[in-house]
């Protein structure tokens, strides 16, 4: 009788376990559940047996339909308890995998458990979020701070990118430096840190003062050479205590090799490398220390170049590749005043953009003595969108008469603080969407002469 409760009963616990096997996403553990639901029922269906023998003091007493009543009890109830905890457990199952929309079988599970393991490995070795997954951790948008431009941003897709090299090159005298203080004072004014490094040897702090620049706040390197140069920018980006750093200029980090060597000496290739080098190691550093720095270049002309543009930047094909934002300056028009020429009208191309749509146009006026001119700047955005309303020689706000002519038109906005906020705040909502290339799609005339007698001659 022993012998056949035992088949019975594995019988029985054979096709629960195949029952709970078609499923996938039954684990082991339930298996294992089941086997002691099994065996707990054929222990006492043992002592169930038992009970009913020795009532009867052996087992020839008991009839053959007694016996066959008694084994149906003790074979129903195991076989009842066992595809009752299987379909339990199939129904649990079930309802889990409705509620997270997935299944995981055991081989996609111990893909998990792998990876799992490789990134723990991972992290302890080369420290924490070496690796990362990108909905778990804060990594959101490139963040921006201001150039001191409103259309200058505009074309930016909001600033210059924090923690990304920035190349801005051009002629000279087209606004270079005035464009790189600019952005320092602008970081100063949020309250970071900022540094210069002069190779050029030739910084005004007179000019950088009337620029915006807190000169008694800001760090400033005369290099001996570019290595040093370089160098001294690497560490202060490790420091993590820098917002920005201005390099000016790249042409004039000269190679060690160069200074100890003699004028007209061949030094092929040593200005390339040395940029290659170390932006090898400043790019890297600066994403991570959400440290912007700026390199300032200058323009060469190629030998024997027939068809095509033969101007090119110093430096080598480094900074070209390394450079998030890439853009070029050149000089559009000359402002004459009563008093002389008093000023410049930068036409800007944003060449390379790798967190804005590129190739983005932008028009300001750099005033001599005072940079860039950013009530001019909201004037050409507001005319643009309509906040402003030229007829003939007078600016209109609405019904209200700004002045007659450019100039009296940026001095009533100079003077008026709570209009220019109006003004300021209506024409960047209006420019919400708005492409900055369709600010400059009309031909302006070369040469224009408004009621001042200010005079803009065409480069």
Not at 115 to 136: C, H, P, T, W, Y
Not at 328 to 354: F, L, M
Request: glycine share 10%; net charge neutral.
């Amino acid at each position: 009788v022993h012998g056949s409760i035992w088949q019975s009963t594995f019988g029985t616990h054979s096709n629960a376990t195949a029952l709970l096997s078609s499923h996938t996403r039954i684990r082991s553990k339930n298996v294992v559940q089941l086997n002691t639901r099994v065996f707990q029922g054929y222990r006492d269906s043992t002592v169930m047996l038992s009970q009913t023998v020795r009532r009867f003091g052996s087992t020839k007493r008991i009839s053959q339909p007694l016996l066959a009543a008694s084994w149906g009890s003790i074979d129903g109830g195991i076989l009842t308890q066992s595809r009752g905890f299987a379909k339990k457990t199939v129904s649990a199952v079930a309802d889990s995998t409705e509620s997270d929309g997935s299944s995981m079988d055991p081989s996609t599970e111990a893909r998990a458990k792998a990876l799992d393991q490789a990134l723990k490995e991972i992290n302890n070795r080369f420290g924490k979020n070496s690796v990362m997954k990108l909905g778990a951790n804060m990594f959101g948008e490139v963040q921006s701070t201001p150039s001191g431009a409103l259309t200058l941003d505009l074309a930016l897709g909001g600033g210059y990118p924090k923690g990304r090299v920035i190349e801005i090159y051009g002629p000279e005298s087209a606004g270079k430096t005035t464009l790189a203080l600019h952005a320092l004072a602008e970081v100063q004014k949020q309250g970071g840190n900022v540094a210069l490094i002069d190779a050029e040897h030739a910084f005004d702090p007179v000019f950088a003062k009337r620029l915006g620049v807190d000169i008694d706040s800001l760090y400033l390197c005369q290099p001996d050479s570019g290595e040093m140069a370089l160098e001294v920018a690497d560490q202060l980006i490790r420091s993590s205590a820098m917002d920005m750093i201005a390099v000016d200029s790249v042409a004039a980090l000269v190679p060690r090799a160069e200074i100890e060597g003699e004028i007209g000496q061949l030094q092929v290739g040593a200005q390339a490398r040395l940029m290659s080098a170390a932006l090898r190691k400043i790019a890297g550093n600066a994403s991570r220390h959400n440290c912007s720095i700026i390199f300032l270049n200058q323009l060469r002309q190629k030998v024997g170049v027939i068809y095509g543009n033969p101007e090119v930047t110093s430096g080598g094909q480094a900074l070209k590749y390394y450079s998030s934002v890439r853009m070029e300056v050149r000089i559009k028009e000359r402002i004459a005043g009563s008093d002389g020429q008093i000023g410049i009208r930068v036409k800007s191309k944003i060449t390379k953009n790798k967190v804005a749509p590129p190739y983005k146009l932008a028009e300001f006026d750099i005033l001599f003595g005072s940079g860039i001119s950013v009530n001019g700047c909201l004037l050409d955005a507001a005319e643009s969108v309509g906040v402003i309303v030229r007829r003939g020689s007078y600016y209109f706000y609405g019904d209200e008469r700004l002045g007659q002519g450019r100039d009296k038109t940026l001095e009533t906005l100079k003077t008026n603080t709570t209009l220019r906020d109006t003004i300021d705040s209506k024409t960047r909502q209006a420019l919400i969407g708005t492409d900055v290339n369709d600010m400059y799609d009309e031909d302006v005339p070369v040469s224009e002469e408004d009621a001042e007698g200010a005079e803009r001659t065409a480069v």
